[in-house]
């Protein structure tokens, strides 16, 4: 690859191997093992691994490298690791650097399961983990101690669209010398500045923006080649979190095209953002990158001035508005995805955070009234057109 690629011809090029038939589309290597020449030549290859050699499928595969390497060139990061879910992935760089005794702080807005991987699953083993309102760094600096691990936080919290100010987290985690990760997957990996704000392990479920098509589970973890080769590949080699070698092709024809998808259903967002303002049915709008969002500017600055593709909507009277207003969406279509080319609306108190007591969801601004609304790659004016005709339904 060289260095003056522009970041679309990356997405298009970077970390491809072709085989003895330099075919033009990636080859799936759909095996889960490789032969060797000789048992010295096996003998070899396990004590050391060449730069493209491999054993096992658990462990790398010639198509799940190229994807790796490909959403690293998009991160600017130095190594990436991919992994069998979005959530194989949280688990796998929290639980890979952690063990009894060490101390964690996070952000307590998260989507629901990263939620019950530090509530329930660390906690059962012995770490000890600390939650803060994560856009106020008054309560990382007082919960942030000499002994903390590592920090989490969602750089653009699901599902209530709060955003972290991430180099100053980073700045006060690394003076007690924490490691911060980030999971990115509402701030995209087309607009995230992660790795240069200071954050040393960024996630994504690459379930979403990354194949962006509804096909495939798969994640991705990305940080330094000493963080992600040293500490989480052992871990995730062992405990079998590893992608299939057909997820990863699927994974890099989506980033061929990821720029464009991106890009235009953030501007679909701010559109449909802009004109649902002040309607009569909703309690607000959410979206980072509207003015009337609390951290704009941040969101701004942190994203290169686009506000991603999700937005939320509180509409006045309750779920059964809600409900109302889902059920007569014609478009827009009802599932727990986001990042997708179709347009999904969700109601997260009664699917992807309806574990959490009543009294939790109203302490995260998870209302009964609250729709997160991921934006697709249909016409905005199509989907605006849906979104005012349902909520006319939901009045």
Same mark, same amino acid.
């Not at 020449?37 to 462990?59: Q, S």
């Not at 101390?103 to 990263?114: K, N």
């Not at 019950?116 to 600096?141: K, M, N, P, S």
């Not at 998808?261 to 959410?286: F, K, N």
């Given at each position: 690859?060289?260095?003056?690629? %522009?970041?679309?011809?990356?997405?298009? /090029?970077?970390?491809?191997? @072709?085989?003895?038939?330099?075919?033009?589309?990636?080859? *799936?290597?759909?095996?889960?093992?490789?032969?060797?020449?000789?048992?010295?030549?096996?003998?070899?290859?396990?004590? %050391?691994?060449?730069?493209?050699?491999?054993?096992?499928?658990?462990?790398?595969?010639?198509?799940?490298?190229?994807?790796?390497?490909?959403?690293?060139?998009?991160?600017?990061?130095?190594?990436?690791?991919?992994?069998?879910?979005?959530?194989?992935?949280?688990?796998?760089?929290?639980?890979?650097?952690?063990?009894?005794?060490?101390?964690?702080?996070?952000?307590?807005?998260?989507?629901?399961?990263?939620?019950?991987?530090?509530?329930?699953?660390? #906690?059962?083993?012995?770490?000890?983990?600390?939650?803060?309102?994560?856009?106020?760094?008054?309560?990382? +600096?007082?919960?942030?101690?000499?002994?903390?691990?590592?920090?989490?936080?969602?750089? *653009?919290?699901?599902? #209530?669209?709060?955003?972290?100010?991430?180099?100053?987290?980073?700045? *006060?985690?690394?003076?007690?010398?924490?490691?911060?990760?980030?999971?990115?997957?509402?701030?995209?990996?087309?607009?995230?500045?992660?790795?240069? +704000?200071?954050?040393?392990?960024?996630?994504?479920?690459?379930?979403? &923006?990354?194949?962006?098509?509804?096909?495939?589970?798969?994640?991705?973890?990305?940080?330094?080649?000493?963080?992600?080769?040293?500490?989480?590949?052992?871990?995730?080699?062992?405990?079998?979190?590893?992608?299939?070698?057909?997820?990863?092709?699927?994974?890099? %024809?989506?980033?061929? #095209?990821?720029?464009?998808?991106? @890009?235009?259903?953030?501007?679909?967002?701010?559109?449909?953002?802009?004109?649902?303002?002040?309607?009569?049915?909703?309690? +607000?709008?959410?979206?980072?990158? /509207?003015?009337? /969002?609390? +951290?704009?500017?941040?969101?701004?600055?942190?994203?290169?001035?686009?506000?991603?593709?999700?937005?939320?909507?509180?509409? %006045?009277?309750?779920?059964?508005?809600?409900?109302?207003?889902?059920?007569?969406?014609?478009?827009?279509? *009802?599932?727990?995805?986001?990042?997708?080319?179709?347009?999904?609306?969700? &109601?997260?108190?009664?699917?992807? /955070?309806?574990?959490?007591?009543?009294?939790?969801?109203?302490?995260?601004?998870?209302?009964?009234?609250?729709?997160?609304?991921?934006?697709?790659?249909?016409?905005?004016?199509?989907?605006?057109?849906?979104? #005012?005709?349902?909520?006319?339904?939901?009045?």
């Amino acid at each position: 690859m060289s260095e003056t690629w %522009k970041r679309r011809t990356r997405m298009v /090029h970077s970390g491809t191997r @072709r085989s003895q038939y330099n075919e033009v589309s990636e080859a *799936i290597f759909l095996t889960q093992g490789f032969v060797y020449d000789t048992a010295e030549a096996a003998e070899e290859r396990f004590i %050391k691994a060449g730069p493209d050699e491999f054993i096992y499928a658990r462990y790398g595969n010639p198509t799940v490298a190229m994807f790796e390497e490909r959403i690293a060139a998009l991160e600017g990061a130095e190594d990436a690791f991919a992994t069998a879910s979005g959530m194989a992935a949280v688990s796998g760089a929290l639980t890979s650097c952690l063990r009894a005794g060490d101390h964690v702080v996070s952000a307590r807005a998260l989507f629901g399961s990263c939620l019950y991987v530090l509530e329930e699953v660390l #906690t059962r083993f012995g770490v000890e983990v600390t939650f803060v309102d994560g856009t106020d760094l008054a309560q990382w +600096q007082a919960a942030i101690r000499p002994d903390t691990r590592a920090v989490f936080l969602e750089s *653009i919290a699901n599902p #209530t669209l709060d955003v972290v100010d991430v180099a100053a987290v980073a700045k *006060i985690a690394h003076a007690a010398g924490a490691l911060v990760i980030v999971d990115n997957v509402f701030a995209t990996p087309v607009f995230s500045n992660a790795i240069e +704000q200071g954050v040393d392990v960024v996630v994504y479920s690459a379930t979403k &923006h990354i194949d962006g098509q509804g096909r495939a589970l798969g994640g991705v973890v990305l940080g330094t080649r000493e963080f992600i080769r040293g500490t989480l590949e052992p871990y995730m080699k062992h405990t079998g979190g590893s992608m299939s070698p057909f997820t990863a092709w699927v994974m890099l %024809k989506g980033l061929e #095209t990821i720029e464009l998808r991106v @890009r235009a259903q953030a501007d679909a967002a701010l559109a449909i953002s802009q004109a649902l303002q002040g309607h009569d049915a909703l309690e +607000q709008v959410i979206f980072p990158g /509207h003015p009337s /969002h609390p +951290q704009h500017a941040l969101a701004m600055r942190q994203m290169g001035n686009k506000g991603g593709t999700v937005i939320a909507l509180d509409l %006045k009277g309750g779920q059964e508005a809600a409900f109302r207003f889902l059920n007569a969406l014609e478009i827009v279509v *009802i599932s727990n995805n986001l990042g997708d080319a179709k347009s999904i609306a969700t &109601h997260p108190a009664t699917t992807t /955070h309806q574990r959490l007591p009543a009294d939790q969801k109203a302490s995260l601004g998870i209302t009964p009234g609250l729709v997160r609304l991921s934006v697709g790659l249909e016409d905005p004016d199509d989907l605006v057109a849906d979104i #005012t005709r349902a909520l006319a339904c939901a009045s």
